[in-house]
T-cell receptor, first 118, second 112 residues
Framework: EAGVAQSPRYKIIEKRQSVAFWCNPI?????LYWYQQILGQGPKLLIQ????????DSQLPKDRFSAERLKGVDSTLKIQPAKLEDSAVYLC????????????????FGQGTRLTVV | DAKTTQPNSMESNEEEPVHLPCNHS???????IHWYRQLPSQGPEYVIH???SNVNNRMASLAIAEDRKSSTLILHRATLRDAAVYYC?????????????FGDGTTLTVKP
């Protein structure tokens, strides 16, 4: 079974520039998450999609961050304009389903995109 | 979200058991206890989860206290490949379904 694919693996940009990250979840997974992980900290949820609808974006800085999930499959996360404090690893994860617990609710993570803003 | 408290770091010798503790005194009745681990330069990886009863799988065992205010992840024989950051997370499928609030975890070092 193919895992969660993310690209690019690394990105270096100057502050005030724009950047986009791409995620392809595991086939058939309805739920997709984007996390931000600053060095030395645990991942912080930015946004959660159920199919192509947003379930939770309460911690997404909406003045500069945006995300979409077209057709309930692939997703992109964009930052415009970037700030120095956006330097982090951006992780995408997917799970088969949410709601009732049991098998299928565990999240599978990609390797992440390491963003450096200079 | 209910919080979890874990030690910042722990050390273990290879091939010995490791007990990673987690305190979650504000856990609610519907919160499930999940454990993930993150190897260097990788995304987090699901390890195990449970509600009230102890759980076993091929990776680890999860021991849950009777009052559910603490739990312990048990690696029965640590290997060098188990060196990672281990996260204990609470998830309520009824309210924040699927949302995993990560703390800073426990960094496990395994010595040969």
């Amino acid at each position: 079974e193919a895992g969660v694919a993310q690209s690019p693996r690394y990105k270096i940009i100057e502050k005030r520039q724009s950047v986009a990250f791409w995620c392809n979840p595991i086939s058939g997974h309805a739920t997709l998450y984007w996390y931000q992980q600053i060095l030395g900290q645990g991942p912080k949820l930015l946004i959660q999609f159920q199919n192509n609808g947003v379930v939770d974006d309460s911690q997404l800085p909406k003045d500069r961050f945006s995300a979409e999930r077209l057709k309930g499959v692939d997703s992109t996360l964009k930052i415009q304009p970037a700030k120095l404090e956006d330097s982090a690893v951006y992780l995408c994860a997917s799970s088969l389903r949410v709601g009732r617990e049991g098998t299928g609710t565990e999240a599978f993570f990609g390797q992440g995109t390491r963003l450096t803003v200079v | 979200d209910a919080k979890t408290t874990q030690p910042n770091s722990m050390e273990s010798n290879e091939e010995e058991p490791v007990h990673l503790p987690c305190n979650h005194s504000t856990i609610s009745g519907t919160d499930y206890i999940h454990w993930y681990r993150q190897l260097p330069s990788q995304g987090p990886e699901y390890v195990i989860h449970g509600l009230t009863s102890n759980v076993n799988n091929r990776m680890a065992s999860l021991a849950i206290a009777e009052d559910r205010k603490s739990s312990t992840l048990i690696l029965h024989r640590a290997t060098l490949r188990d060196a990672a950051v281990y996260y204990c997370i609470l998830r309520d499928p009824n309210t924040n379904a699927g949302k995993s609030t990560f703390g800073d975890g426990t960094t496990l070092t395994v010595k040969p």
